[in-house]
């Protein structure tokens, strides 16, 4: 089946040995959705990795460049938050100085995320976007903490505090929120799901969330092993769903946006 209607959405995720792609049509309905490897690259590095992708995608019959709005996440090291009334796009490199230096091969990007009016500042593979953007032109860049910054987790955190851990591969994201404001946003670097939970402690701890309603909730490389881990440390728990997300064959199961925040957010 070809996939070529101008209302449909692609979102591509990458990770560190693979990408998860997703397309929806109108209404959230799931045309696609997969998980894929990646063979290692040589010295072609963005380009041979976009052109597996890319390659990938014909398989499924997804035309990209016919596609209406499409999506790129990218993982990041280092970030940093600017409130939109102090934000300059010339300062942006001055702005990531103040928190760490990127990697000779990375550049400085900037996204603005209207939940907060702030813009997230920061660095990824050069080489990388400017594949994608030969590839697919027109495809917006995000890095991952500008997806888990949403409306929907502000608002919750209105009544209590609310804590968002993404697990992904070897890294931990954490996002805390309280009163509808974003308090902290991190990544930090882990050998399994686990060894997140210390991370996750120390923040709550940290800023005083510690509180008999504050909340947890998951998403990512979790399972019920890990749901049931939290829960010995935290008074509530729960997997972060995002949006509302239809399979387009009404037979199929619905779609775990749990494991796909970064795709659905």
């Known amino acids: 089946m070809s996939y070529s209607d101008t209302s449909q959405r692609l979102s591509i995720c990458l990770r560190i040995n693979g990408f998860s792609f997703s397309l929806l049509a109108e209404g959230n309905k799931l045309m696609n959705l997969a998980d894929v490897p990646l063979v290692p690259v040589g010295a072609g590095g963005g380009a041979d990795t976009v052109a597996q992708i890319m390659s990938c995608l014909d398989a499924q019959g997804v035309k990209a460049l016919s596609l209406g709005k499409m999506q790129l996440t990218i993982p990041t090291r280092v970030f940093t938050w600017i409130p939109a009334s102090l934000f300059d796009s010339s300062r942006c490199k001055q702005y990531l100085a103040l928190v760490a230096?990127?990697?000779?091969?990375?550049?400085?990007?900037?996204?603005?995320?209207p939940a907060i009016d702030a813009y997230m500042v920061f660095s990824a593979d050069a080489r990388m976007v400017t594949a994608f953007k030969v590839a697919l032109p027109g495809i917006d860049v995000h890095c991952q903490h500008s997806m888990l910054v949403t409306e929907s987790l502000l608002?919750?955190?209105d009544s209590h505090p609310l804590m968002l851990l993404h697990v992904d591969g070897g890294r931990a994201d954490i996002e805390a929120f309280y009163?509808?404001?974003?308090?902290?946003?991190?990544?930090?670097s882990i050998g399994k799901p686990d060894e997140s939970l210390f991370f996750a402690i120390n923040v709550m701890k940290g800023l005083h969330l510690e509180t008999p309603d504050m909340e947890l909730a998951i998403c990512g490389a979790v399972d019920r092993a890990f749901y049931a881990v939290c829960q010995r440390f935290f008074p509530n728990v729960s997997l972060h769903t995002g949006p509302h997300i239809l399979p387009a064959d009404p037979t199929q199961q619905p779609v775990p946006t749990y494991k796909y925040p970064l795709l659905f957010n």
Do not use: D, F, T
Request: charged share 25%.
């Open 101 to 113: 230096r990127p990697e000779a091969i990375e550049e400085v990007y900037h996204i603005y995320n």
């Open 155 to 157: 608002r919750r955190s």
């Open 179 to 188: 009163s509808g404001k974003l308090l902290l946003s991190n990544s930090y």
